[in-house]
């Protein structure tokens, strides 16, 4: 088995699934400003404290605080930071905008990658 074209498989997939949760995330409406006042902390699989701001926001009148999507191993930011989310309905979290991961970044450079193995590749076998 070739182990290049399995890795170059795995990057286009995960780079497309990237890159259309954002575009997903971007259609479901305009970033609205949350303020974060707080931090729900957990443990990841090794135990280790992760930290996911809780936002407070208003839409159509109504005030809503809920958790955001990404954890991260450090608090990113302060009480009363004002942050753009994302609000999608039926959800009980908020899509951060413009966070410390951004999708489309890493999904562009996964689809860079698996088009260089694809391309690496083609050409080890001339």
Excluded: H
Aim: charged share 25%; net charge neutral; aromatic share 10%.
């Amino acid at each position: 088995m070739n182990y290049s074209l399995f890795i170059a498989a795995v990057s286009l997939i995960v780079g497309l699934y990237l890159i259309f949760s954002y575009i997903k995330t971007k259609n479901s409406g305009d970033p609205i400003k949350g303020v974060v006042i707080g931090y729900l902390e957990e443990r990841d699989n090794r135990m280790k404290p992760t930290y996911n701001p809780i936002v407070k926001f208003e839409l159509n009148g109504e005030s809503y605080e809920m958790p955001t999507e990404l954890a991260e191993p450090k608090k990113m930011f302060e009480p009363g930071d004002e942050i753009d989310i994302y609000f999608i309905q039926g959800k009980d979290y908020v899509m951060r905008a413009g966070g410390k991961k951004n999708s489309l970044k890493e999904g562009l450079t996964l689809l860079a990658i698996s088009a260089a193995l694809l391309i690496l590749n083609l050409l080890s076998k001339k």
